[in-house]
């Protein structure tokens, strides 16, 4: 959950917050990463657990209200983001952690192995006490990974990324997140670490991709979300379309506007070559 608030200014330390406006909604990596595949019927596990008390219940009933089944259930607390934008334009964001970020490897028990096709991970995840039971989970499916960055891949253990490249993960990244690898972010650097194909977002310009060759540019004049942007790409590449049409068909999913019934059609065009 995300609690978003326009606040007089933004406050330092135990100071209080004066909000002139505020608003929740349902936010978050793993639900934004399930959004595409939920519109366009695709089948799909959200392992992220909702919780309880004020910010699970309200969770509960919105997914509820969408459609959206979470797979993982928790007794704990759920926790919320917590986005402090003042009216000079200055943000700021912090977290309260819950059980969303939990993982127990028994919750994978009644999946069948052979109806997986792929799996998408978050560095949130492995940020936590749990990511040892993550990386176990997903080596033991064997199925293609899609891992992209979260807000806390700077608490990411060397050695969970050393078990995470091993499985040759596609790499998804924003600029930011690229630096975090190497100065500069070359993609040669970070596709030599993981072995496979590695795309970074620029917002307003499109998005890189290099396949350890050469580097190309898929043109896309808007804003993208990360999140999204994953969930899409799956989807298009689990359907047999090619990497560049992946790419432009996850950036126009990540308009907002634009409904489930389009992006069938956009993606079956895309896969019959229309």
């Known amino acids: 959950m995300t609690v978003r608030a326009v606040v007089k200014e933004i406050p330092s330390f135990n100071n209080d917050i004066d909000v002139i406006r505020s608003e929740s909604l349902v936010g978050g990596c793993g639900y934004e990463a399930v959004r595409i595949p939920h519109l366009l019927a695709f089948p799909y596990v959200l392992m992220c657990p909702v919780g309880s008390g004020v910010y699970g219940d309200y969770v509960s009933g919105e997914l509820e209200k969408i459609g959206i089944k979470v797979y993982a259930q928790s007794n704990e607390l759920a ?22 970020y939990s993982f127990s490897y028994a919750d994978m028990q009644d999946i069948d192995p052979e109806e997986v096709y792929c799996v998408i991970v978050s560095s949130e995840v492995l940020a936590y006490d749990d990511g040892e039971e993550v990386l176990a989970a997903i080596e033991d499916l064997g199925k293609p990974v899609y891992f992209f960055h979260g807000e806390r891949f700077i608490e990411v253990s060397d050695d969970a990324l050393e078990r995470l490249a091993d499985l040759k993960p596609v790499m998804v990244l924003s600029e930011s997140d690229a ?89 079956a065009g895309m896969i019959l070559g229309h």
Not at 79 to 100: H, Q, R
Not at 195 to 224: A, C, H, I, K
């Open 79 to 100: 926790g919320c983001m917590y986005e402090l934008t003042d009216e000079k334009g200055s943000s700021t964001a912090f977290i309260n952690p819950g059980c969303e």
């Open 179 to 267: 630096r975090e690898y190497a100065q500069d972010y070359p993609l040669e650097h970070i596709h030599a670490f993981t072995g496979n194909d590695v795309l970074l977002l620029r917002q307003n310009e499109g998005v890189v991709w290099f396949d350890g060759n050469e580097s190309r540019m898929v043109p896309y004049r808007d804003t993208m979300s990360l999140w999204t942007f994953v969930g899409a790409y799956v989807c298009a590449r689990e359907s047999g379309v090619d990497i560049g049409n992946g790419i432009l068909f996850a950036c126009e999913a990540c308009d907002i506007s634009r409904s489930g019934v389009d992006l069938k059609k956009r993606l």
